[in-house]
DNA sequence: GCCGATCTTGCAGGACCTGCAAACTTTTAT
DNA sequence: ATAAAAGTTTGCAGGTCCTGCAAGATCGGC
């Protein structure tokens, strides 16, 4: 909902009522609350779709493709959707920066989405949704895109998004070995 | 507070209410609010001490150790204490799989922890705190210490915590390789 | 026993969110 | 065109969470 992000960008999270964000939509507090199950909600938007679609995407790609380069472009159709509202997200990842109280929400949703990103994994890896291998790689996942917006945000998107997601999808492949300050990639 | 998980484990984050915690523990629901900002961070416990100390250890640790060894090494007291406590944690980690609305609330306690880790990390590294690879590193260590506690709790306590975390960690120092079922570590 | 500091409590009240049933709008069928 | 059906929006009542404030209780030292 756009007016609630422009308020709450403006005033605050907690500066801002319900009922203020119902009257600048137009609509009463009680529809409000039939399309948005939280106030927060209303901030954060809705990966569900993009959750199930991701699952399918990765599903469909060749078995043979390294787990990481599958991941990445299976994300690309993503990264590009958020890219074309690049201005939306952009309000919306300061609002998060500026009201750490919706981090909460945000991972909670993001969490939805890497259930079903487990089962991908466990399939695509032929181990079992069980196995230590797929909760972790779907974690991790979650966590570098999380960082990458996070990044790009802080740069008001002047670079592309799907630079920064690449970038967090390189140290994810190679493992957290120490980078040289000029960061090359695993020198060997 | 102990009270707070029996009720919890027993019938369900949202058939208890503070009112009965409070009465179970024995004070006003107003003191209950002096304790615990929130319902659920009575249930969560309290990291902030954790995260501070963490810092410390890893920082203090000699630098030129790979960063994931000196990561785990930081972390051992501090698992050595959850397995101290280790029906406490069981029962915490129980009510957290029965209640997922509570996983936002712990991740946004550990989100303060990695606020911290970030910091050490760079420091570690030489890097800036504005660099991709000590936010990443951190929100990683967070995610991969999550993984393993889920897994953990699972197993009733079973194994050892440390087994869960060790080979968490061990994922994340040589990437999302491909593992084979049997999980040998980078076969090349 | 008195005094200051800390801890606990009650009260009033705002904000979030839900279930229910009434009003309204839109679509479909005749 | 009218009526029925289906879907949406709304108001209302009410429960729960959480906060600020000020009054009371408790405890320590003197």
Redesign the interface.
């Known amino acids: 909902m756009m007016a609630a992000l422009r308020l709450v960008d403006e005033r605050g999270l907690d500066r801002v009522t319900v009922d203020e964000i119902s009257e600048a939509a137009d609509v009463s507090p009680r529809t409000f609350f039939n399309y948005f199950a939280t106030k927060d909600d209303a901030l954060i938007g809705d990966p569900v779709h993009d959750a199930a679609s991701l699952r399918d995407r990765l599903l469909a790609l060749p078995g043979d493709r ?3 380069a599958a991941l990445l472009e299976a994300l690309t159709p993503s990264i590009e959707e958020i890219q074309a509202e690049r201005d939306l997200w952009l309000l919306r990842m300061r609002v998060l920066k500026n009201n ?1 109280q919706l ?3 945000l ?2 949703h993001g ?1 939805q989405a890497e259930e079903d990103l487990i089962t991908a994994i466990a399939a695509r ?3 079992s949704r ?1 196995d ?2 797929p ?3 779907a ?2 996942t ?3 895109i ?2 990458a917006m ?2 790009w945000a ?1 740069t008001e998107g002047h670079s592309p998004l799907s630079d ?1 997601v690449r ?2 999808f390189g ?9 040289t ?1 000029s ?1 090359q990639k695993a020198p060997r």
Chains 1, 2 share one sequence.
């Open positions: 390294p787990l990481v750490a981090l909460p929400a991972v909670a969490t890896t032929g181990l069980d230590l291998f909760q972790l790689a974690t991790l979650g966590a570098a999380r960082t996070m990044r802080g920064f970038e967090a140290i994810l492949a190679t493992g957290l070995a120490e980078p300050p960061h």
